[in-house]
């Protein structure tokens, strides 16, 4: 294996990381050993912003379906930037400012090592708290709505948990990459008006309003053409009802904690498809397809077409407190932790 030791690390020896030691208990900030070598094709970065996604929450509490064994650096999606290259690596050059996506997770951290085909440089148009909060989010959405829903300009789509992260994510991408008519579905009246800020037709909370009822007026009986689900349980089965005739739902996660169990008389009767989404997944198992919902994503942001929305930012030492505010859905859009050197860059 073809090994380069770091030229520029500094003086700085060690760093800060968010470590999951126990799955029943809060994240504990320890110091680890900077690294000091790269093999070919890696890339160390200063890692200024990571977003939390739902998922290191699941796999914080050992209930996602990927398990890292105990003790690991939790967090995947980040932004920095480049402070040492290994041998080939030519898409990115000491200085850059980058987004990244971390396969083996320890984005909670100041520095991180990636391989060179999971960074992207950060588009000129976004912040650096904004970067972070990015990649996972949009790049599930636009290859949902995309690459599997195969969303036509002027369809009408639903989307569940749309003041969420993914949620904000597919409205952007759904209103002004595609062209379809949007319809939010969330939980407060805040929350609504957020949404509608951001591209969505009608807001439904789904706590004063009857779902059904408003989708049925909405689109005049016809129902929605697409559907795109992160909450599962009963909201899954009333978009399922909901689906126009040859309408398409998609699910790409289980926020409200309950898998639906799927009453097939119903895909019968509407002649409908249910399809799933693992994102993640595609980066073993179609690396080409995933890299390229991440360059749609960048070209659309560079065009002007979306702008990622970030609803709150926590320090690394408040990790746990980030953690716990989108827990109890306090969260819009992405939540942010800010690693304590790089606070002063965020701006």
Known sequence: MSVNYCTSVGEKTTYKAAVCFDYKKPLVIQEKKK???????QVLVAIEAAGINFSDILMCKGLYQVKPPLPFTAGSEICGYVEDIGESVSNVQKGDKVIGILSNYGGFAEY?????STLFKLPEALSTVQGAGTIISYGTAMMALGRRAQLQKGETVLITAAAGATGLAAVDIASHVFGAKVIGLCGSEKKCHLIKERGVSHAIDYNTEDVRGRIKEITGGKGVNVVMDQVG???FLQCLKSVAEEGRILTVGYASGTIPNIPANLLLLKSCTVMGLFWGNYSQTNPSAFTQ???DVTRAINHGDIYPHVGATFSLSQINAGFSYVENRKSTGKVIITTMDGAKSML
């Open 293 to 295: 919902s991440i360059l």
């Open 35 to 41: 690294p000091t070598r790269l093999s070919k094709g």
């Open 233 to 235: 349980g009963d909201i």
């Open 112 to 116: 991180g090592v990636f391989h060179k």
